[in-house]
């Protein structure tokens, strides 16, 4: 099972002012759309060359549209940098916007 976190969860650390990273993995058009403030955008096709942009001090969550593409990179992560420092958005943006910020919208 890969670690996750509840958009509740992400949205109660983020008040805390806990430093975390958020990286969205989804594609520029889904980013331009929507996404939570102060994202990286990485598509998951760039992953592989560009994980090296990635905070090792710090709890990276990822971030797509309904959590399987964040999910997969991930797993990548963990399994081929051995990167334990990860979350997956269980739900995604989608689950963010209707349990979080209904201003966020919905696709």
């Known amino acids: 099972m890969l670690p996750d976190i509840t958009p509740e969860d992400l949205h109660a650390r983020l008040q805390q002012g806990q430093d975390l990273q958020l990286l969205d993995v989804r ?32 709890t990276v969550v990822l971030i797509c549209h309904h959590g399987v593409r964040s999910a997969q990179a991930l797993s990548f992560l963990q399994h081929r940098h051995g990167l334990s420092n990860l979350l997956n958005l269980r739900g995604g943006i989608h689950a963010w916007s209707v349990r979080v910020d209904p201003t966020v919208p919905v696709y």
Do not use: F, T
């Open 27 to 58: 594609e520029p058009m889904e980013y331009e759309y929507c996404h939570l403030p102060d994202s990286l955008l990485i598509p998951l096709g760039e992953i592989p060359k560009r994980w090296e942009e990635l905070a090792n001090d710090r």
